[in-house]
């Protein structure tokens, strides 16, 4: 939940915009097909699609009866079939099958294919190796950013984390730039350009060259956003590892936050029926959900508590007061309510999972005490089977804090972990090592001579997409000198109150301040990645921090306190509370921009070669 802004803080760009943009250039293309016809959507994005416009207005536009591309063949009696997919291999099969078994039963219908975000020529090959490429048109839907909340978009691309991170595939550094290159056209130039990262970095230059060939769209134009910031996933991957403990981060964890919104089930509702619920941080029922909502005690220790009209309430007292103040307030008594049970749910599943001792030994890691109890407890979750995903997120944490993993620990977490869940999880491992997530520490003089092989390959151009896929070889974390550079653990005087957050470590319980959100407030401090040489340096990339400065004297005083935060690769909910909270504490306003929200368990989905 967001926290109460300042008096002087900027206002936030309406995105409403963006919303209206895609709908009309969706309805535009489906208009291409005159006269009534058949939708077949893809899964993932039916939730976006739902947010941009809905059945009835799918409806007004011809469209008759609407399913969902899945492996089994649905039967349609239309003459006129349109596609609305991602460009994948998968789908070209689909929509292939369909128009093969149409011309083998000797029937004549009319196929439209829309890719959204953008079509690949990869899948143009398909089709014309299935031979339909004459029989279907093929359109794209440009639509790569949702509005979820005033002050986050989302590009809804889940997949970019593993095609890029772990695949070294560039195809979609594309639609980033294209992406930046329409808030730019709509919201003006950003005077202030910083970036860290070899995603970043090659997003940063296909965007100012679509900006070069543009430039009279901006030109004259007055910035309403003062700075943006382009960051890789990459840079901190432990943030996005740790156990979450604000509340939105807490609900994703646990029930997957979708397209900003929740599905509860009948453990939250009470009845047997689920209900879908928007989450916004600027509502009226947000900003009560703040009050009541926030998880607190030191280490994860204590319950959820709340906080109403400035006295801590218990789960118990909280609904009384709900059931008896709030009773003609309907909306937001069945919404409070809702919530309400949902911590009820979180706690129940959180002790289950002795989520002290989890928390616990999460802190040791990211400080770098206990680190032998700390790999007993792994083993520990490892033997009892708790969860795969989990003691793989466990094991990540403990590589990346401690620069890799000993030989010995290596094999013996790599060893019990594949007797304990199977030996199909084996490639995952080699993913993970890939990605640097999971790395084996090796004796000095082979890993340096390891690192200047790779080095040397990393910096040739001519290595294309080996490039990205083995650079992670040469990487080291350096976490712990990063940490002490960055002040990363904060050393507090008895109990850290998370009712009144004194820095951003609060996302944390006040054990740790965010690698990505403290390089931001750093640079902002600085104007400049200048003083920071040795962080960026450990960060393993010297030659990918870049600072673009221009257009200074045309940016008001407003925008210049309204920041553009842009996450290739994912962020958190954590992230976002801490950038939330910093720009209410320096007069600053955040706007995020993702590849999609993330957190440790779609990291870890991400990376495995074993589907749930």
């Known amino acids: 939940m967001a926290f109460p802004h300042r008096p002087d803080a900027p206002e936030l760009p309406d995105f409403s915009m963006l919303k209206r943009l895609a709908r009309d250039q969706l309805i535009y293309l489906l208009e291409q097909l005159p006269g009534k016809k058949d939708l077949f959507i893809e899964a993932d994005l039916m939730s976006p ?50 128009v093969n078994a149409d011309k083998l039963a000797g029937r004549t219908r009319k196929y439209k294919v829309i890719f959204s ?114 960051l890789d996933r990459d840079m901190d991957f432990v943030t996005a590892l740790c156990s979450q403990v604000v509340y939105e981060g807490l609900v994703d964890d646990t029930f997957r936050i979708k397209c900003g919104s929740v599905d509860f089930g009948p453990e939250v509702t009470s009845s047997d029926k689920s209900l879908k619920v928007l989450l916004n941080a600027e509502d009226k029922n947000g900003r009560a959900l703040l009050l009541c909502c926030r998880y607190t005690g030191e280490a994860g220790r204590r319950k959820l508590q709340f906080c109403v009209r400035r006295r801590g309430m218990d789960i118990k007292q909280m609904k009384n007061f709900v059931s008896q103040e709030l009773k003609g307030l309907k909306q937001e008594h069945r919404l409070l309510s809702l919530h309400i049970g949902a911590c009820e749910s979180i706690m129940k599943k959180k002790t ?17 005490f206990n680190i032998r109890e700390s790999t007993s407890y792994i083993e520990e979750h490892i033997d009892r089977q708790v969860s795969p995903i989990e003691s793989l997120r466990l094991m990540c ?93 904060p050393r507090v005087d008895g109990e850290y109150d998370l009712k009144v957050p004194r820095d951003m470590a609060y996302v944390f319980s006040g054990a740790y301040v965010p690698l990505s959100c403290r390089i931001i407030e750093q640079v902002l401090e600085r104007r400049s990645w200048q003083g920071l040489d040795e962080v960026v340096r450990l ?20 925008s210049l306190r309204l920041i553009l935060v842009v996450f290739l690769g994912g962020c958190t909910f954590s992230e976002i509370s801490a950038l939330r909270f910093l720009g209410r504490e320096k007069g600053y306003r955040f706007i995020f921009l993702t590849t999609a929200v993330t957190n440790s368990a779609r990291l870890m989905e991400a990376m495995s070669e074993v589907k749930a």
């Open 117 to 230: 975000p953008q079509k690949f020529y990869a899948c143009e090959m398909v089709l014309e190796e299935e031979g339909i490429y004459g029989d279907v048109s093929c359109d794209e839907w440009a639509f790569s950013l949702l509005p979820l909340d005033v002050d986050l978009l989302s590009m809804e691309l889940p997949e970019f984390f593993r095609d890029y991170f772990l695949e070294g595939d560039q195809r979609w550094i594309n639609t980033v730039a294209q992406a930046l290159h329409l808030l730019s056209t709509l919201y003006g130039p950003f005077p202030n350009c910083y970036g860290i990262g070899r995603c970043a970095k090659m997003s940063y230059e296909l965007w100012r060259k679509l900006e070069d060939e543009e430039d009279g769209e901006t030109k004259g134009r007055r910035p309403e956003i003062g700075h943006i910031f382009l």
């Open 49 to 98: 699609l739902d947010r941009i416009a809905n059945v009835s207005i799918l409806k007004q536009h011809e469209v008759d009866k609407l399913y969902k591309v899945e492996s089994k063949p649905a039967v349609s009696s239309s003459e006129q079939l349109c596609f609305l997919v991602r460009p994948r291999i998968k789908n070209m099969r689909y929509i292939a099958n369909l």
């Open 539 to 558: 960060l393993n990339c010297s030659e990918l921090a870049f600072t673009d400065m221009t257009r200074e004297d045309k940016a008001s005083s407003e």
């Open 352 to 368: 289950k999972q002795d989520f002290q001792e989890l928390i616990k030994t999460e802190h040791a890691l990211l400080e770098g």
């Open 397 to 489: 944490l403990l590589s990346i804090t401690e620069n890799g993993l000993i030989p010995k620990d290596y094999r013996s977490l790599k060893t019990q972990y594949l007797q304990s869940y199977g030996p199909e999880h084996l490639l995952t491992f080699s993913n993970l090592r890939r990605a640097g997530l999971l790395t084996e520490q090796a004796p000095g003089d082979t890993l340096t001579a390891v690192e200047s092989k790779v080095s040397k390959l990393v910096t040739d151009k001519a290595a294309g997409k080996i490039t990205d896929a083995f650079s992670s070889l040469a990487k080291r974390s350096n976490f712990r000198a990063i940490s002490k550079k960055l002040n990363l653990i």
